[in-house]
């Protein structure tokens, strides 16, 4: 291989955009070598526009959030309420 005037070789470069790819390819292998231990690997719903309500309306809805969730068939409930 030919070095550069930075005295790196091409080879060194391809290598880096292979590890850089294989890297995007497996996450967890980038999350070992920065020390960081992920705690769940599920989705997540983040409301981008929490919405306020009423009291009332409140209750309303939080007692059919209760209902949805105690529903065998219901995996997960998301809303956006403030």
Do not use: F, W
């Not at 060194?12 to 690997?41: K, M, Q």
């Amino acid at each position: 291989m030919l070095r550069t005037r930075l005295g790196s070789t091409g080879g060194d470069r391809r290598e880096r955009r292979r590890g850089g790819r294989a890297a995007a390819r497996d996450p967890l292998r980038v999350l070992e070598d920065r020390r960081i231990t992920p705690l769940s690997a599920e989705s997540e719903y983040i409301p981008q526009t929490p919405v306020e309500l009423p009291e009332d309306k409140a209750t309303e809805v939080l007692k059919m959030i209760d209902l949805l969730e105690q529903d065998d068939d219901v995996q997960r409930v998301c809303h956006n309420l403030a």
